[in-house]
């Protein structure tokens, strides 16, 4: 089943939404077993979804200690139960959120967003600027890539040594890649304007995002289901 | 002359390079470097040959513990890569880049040259030294406090190469040196690799230009996905009918030979001098 890409987007802000007003443990786990249910319904190697969580782990530990140890409105270091479920909350907070935008990003091409973007009367220089973006993080990798390679082949130490030492090594990497950047996208501009980029207001797309029935269905009830529960939740308090 | 004096009391069979059953994969793709053996002796000029994608650069970042076998062994003077520091590989061993502007990374021409000897730990006498020597040899006298990227494309590759020699190394790497550059440049580079030689050190290069391999290289690796598939003298590599099979072409002068085998041409001219030598007395006696 393939969804237009501003459907996927309002799935996932809907799920900002939602991770946001929600503060039981309850309603946040399951949001979250929604999102791993997603992730295999959309078939993502499961593998992808390990790489995800595994990156997290630092940053979620450090989370629940902080919340554990620092409890709000307490004296340090004194175990209080509300920081055990602030601890817990925010690092499903955190694992909905980043789970459901990483879910989008690994299912949707750029270009198909740029597209959708296009269609909703953005301007196309902007929208096209935003996907250039994207498309040139490779290339600037690879760039830093071999810059490192070639300090290290002249012998700099830049991933050994003192702290202080290897800062000053990466430091002075910001210079080549800045002006190799400025350079390249010099010869991007005029590459583009050789393809007359611009040359008439009106452009015709090759691929054509049609926001179909079954898009609007989906995205009105998950507006639906979203605005309930903001509703449900202020009578509640 | 010079070069006989300083050939005979370098020891030309000591091993400078040795490749052990090397297999190589980047992570999660098909292995591009499969089941490499290589011995390369001190003193020898390596020209490596093969189409875009057959693992020339693969196998030359191997020769600097850039990268590291993901099966078998690379030695360089004994020193096995797997278990020893790039930052101690790059005394023996320099690496020009393919494309200077990725090497690049100080602010001034001097900086640069003297980037290399500083992380050898040399002390401040010697690499000023150097660095004078250096500049001197490559002319850089002019622009040695100009920033290296503001350089025109020819003085960046000069400044790159400068900045590589400038550490003193016994084995020099050339990856596609001369690609993009013009004329001028291209004879300074050729210059320099020729001198190398001479000083008895063992320089690898890799080109896809087949009149420099004809004419500077005394051993040609062919390369073909992953595979050494010929290693041999440049006058017999280049007179093998199966080069057509690698995509490789030879230099024109020798394919000019070829068809001008029946009237009397050896096949296995290698350069103009060469077929200068050949033809021009035949010319003379058709003259007479």
């Given at each position: 089943m393939r969804l237009n890409p501003i459907t996927k987007l309002v799935w996932m802000f809907g799920v900002f939404i939602l991770s946001f007003i929600l503060s039981n443990i309850i309603s946040l786990l399951l949001l979250l077993i929604s999102i791993i249910f997603m992730w295999f319904l959309v078939k993502v190697s499961v593998r992808e979804l390990v790489v995800y969580l595994k990156s997290l782990t630092v940053l979620a530990i450090f989370i629940f200690l902080m919340h554990v140890l620092f409890p709000r409105g307490y004296s340090l270091f004194t175990f209080q139960w509300e920081g055990l479920q602030l601890g817990i909350l925010m690092v499903l907070r955190l694992l909905v959120i980043i789970l459901s935008f990483a879910l989008v990003a690994t299912t949707t091409s750029i270009n198909d967003i740029a597209t959708c973007l296009a269609k909703v009367k953005l301007p196309y220089e902007i929208v096209f600027a935003f996907t250039l973006a994207f498309n040139l993080i490779p290339s600037f990798k690879n760039d830093l890539d071999n810059l490192i390679c070639a300090q290290k082949a002249r012998g700099g130490r830049i991933d050994r040594g003192k702290f202080r030492d290897r800062l000053r090594a990466y430091a002075s990497l910001i210079t080549p890649l800045i002006i190799n950047g400025l350079r390249k996208a010099q010869q991007i501009r005029v590459a583009m304007e050789s393809r007359a980029f611009g040359a008439f207001n009106t452009r015709t797309y090759i691929s054509t995002s049609e926001f179909t029935r079954r898009d609007y269905v989906i995205s009105i009830m998950i507006m639906t289901i979203v605005i309930t529960i903001m509703i449900f939740k202020s009578i509640l308090i | 002359m010079n070069c006989s004096k300083i050939f005979s009391c370098t020891n030309v069979n000591k091993v400078a390079i040795r490749f052990s059953n090397v297999w190589f994969s980047y992570a999660?793709?098909?292995?591009?470097?499969?089941?490499i053996n290589l011995k390369i002796n001190e003193g020898e000029c390596i020209g490596i040959i093969g189409p875009n994608g057959s693992g020339k650069t693969t196998l030359a970042k191997h020769m600097i513990g850039l990268l590291r076998p993901s099966r078998g062994d690379v030695f360089i003077y004994e020193m096995n890569t797997k278990k020893t520091a790039i930052s101690d590989l790059a005394r023996a061993v320099g690496y020009v880049f393919q494309n200077p502007d990725n090497q690049l990374l100080m602010s001034s021409v001097k900086e640069e040259i003297s980037f290399g000897p500083k992380n050898l730990g040399l002390n401040n006498e010697n690499i000023k030294q150097r660095i004078k020597e250096v500049i001197r040899e490559f002319g850089l006298e002019q622009l040695e406090d100009r920033h290296p990227l503001s350089l025109s494309v020819g003085q960046r590759q000069l400044v790159a190469i400068a900045s590589v020699l400038a550490m003193d190394p016994k084995i020099v790497i050339f990856d596609e040196p001369t690609s993009a550059q013009d004329f001028v440049t291209y004879s300074w580079i050729m210059k320099v690799v020729n001198k190398l030689r001479e000083q008895g050190r063992t320089v690898i290069l890799i080109t896809h230009h087949m009149p420099t391999v004809a004419q500077y290289a005394s051993r040609v690796l062919v390369m073909h996905q992953g595979k050494i598939v010929l290693d041999e003298s440049p006058r017999k590599v280049f007179t093998k009918s199966k080069l057509g099979k690698y995509n490789i072409k030879p230099p024109p002068i020798t394919i000019l030979a070829n068809l001008l085998s029946s009237y009397g041409i050896p096949r296995n001219i290698l350069t103009v001098e060469e077929m200068c030598k050949v033809i021009l007395p035949k010319v003379r006696v058709h003259e007479t």
């Amino acid at each position: 089943m393939r969804l237009n890409p501003i459907t996927k987007l309002v799935w996932m802000f809907g799920v900002f939404i939602l991770s946001f007003i929600l503060s039981n443990i309850i309603s946040l786990l399951l949001l979250l077993i929604s999102i791993i249910f997603m992730w295999f319904l959309v078939k993502v190697s499961v593998r992808e979804l390990v790489v995800y969580l595994k990156s997290l782990t630092v940053l979620a530990i450090f989370i629940f200690l902080m919340h554990v140890l620092f409890p709000r409105g307490y004296s340090l270091f004194t175990f209080q139960w509300e920081g055990l479920q602030l601890g817990i909350l925010m690092v499903l907070r955190l694992l909905v959120i980043i789970l459901s935008f990483a879910l989008v990003a690994t299912t949707t091409s750029i270009n198909d967003i740029a597209t959708c973007l296009a269609k909703v009367k953005l301007p196309y220089e902007i929208v096209f600027a935003f996907t250039l973006a994207f498309n040139l993080i490779p290339s600037f990798k690879n760039d830093l890539d071999n810059l490192i390679c070639a300090q290290k082949a002249r012998g700099g130490r830049i991933d050994r040594g003192k702290f202080r030492d290897r800062l000053r090594a990466y430091a002075s990497l910001i210079t080549p890649l800045i002006i190799n950047g400025l350079r390249k996208a010099q010869q991007i501009r005029v590459a583009m304007e050789s393809r007359a980029f611009g040359a008439f207001n009106t452009r015709t797309y090759i691929s054509t995002s049609e926001f179909t029935r079954r898009d609007y269905v989906i995205s009105i009830m998950i507006m639906t289901i979203v605005i309930t529960i903001m509703i449900f939740k202020s009578i509640l308090i | 002359m010079n070069c006989s004096k300083i050939f005979s009391c370098t020891n030309v069979n000591k091993v400078a390079i040795r490749f052990s059953n090397v297999w190589f994969s980047y992570a999660g793709e098909s292995f591009s470097l499969k089941n490499i053996n290589l011995k390369i002796n001190e003193g020898e000029c390596i020209g490596i040959i093969g189409p875009n994608g057959s693992g020339k650069t693969t196998l030359a970042k191997h020769m600097i513990g850039l990268l590291r076998p993901s099966r078998g062994d690379v030695f360089i003077y004994e020193m096995n890569t797997k278990k020893t520091a790039i930052s101690d590989l790059a005394r023996a061993v320099g690496y020009v880049f393919q494309n200077p502007d990725n090497q690049l990374l100080m602010s001034s021409v001097k900086e640069e040259i003297s980037f290399g000897p500083k992380n050898l730990g040399l002390n401040n006498e010697n690499i000023k030294q150097r660095i004078k020597e250096v500049i001197r040899e490559f002319g850089l006298e002019q622009l040695e406090d100009r920033h290296p990227l503001s350089l025109s494309v020819g003085q960046r590759q000069l400044v790159a190469i400068a900045s590589v020699l400038a550490m003193d190394p016994k084995i020099v790497i050339f990856d596609e040196p001369t690609s993009a550059q013009d004329f001028v440049t291209y004879s300074w580079i050729m210059k320099v690799v020729n001198k190398l030689r001479e000083q008895g050190r063992t320089v690898i290069l890799i080109t896809h230009h087949m009149p420099t391999v004809a004419q500077y290289a005394s051993r040609v690796l062919v390369m073909h996905q992953g595979k050494i598939v010929l290693d041999e003298s440049p006058r017999k590599v280049f007179t093998k009918s199966k080069l057509g099979k690698y995509n490789i072409k030879p230099p024109p002068i020798t394919i000019l030979a070829n068809l001008l085998s029946s009237y009397g041409i050896p096949r296995n001219i290698l350069t103009v001098e060469e077929m200068c030598k050949v033809i021009l007395p035949k010319v003379r006696v058709h003259e007479t």
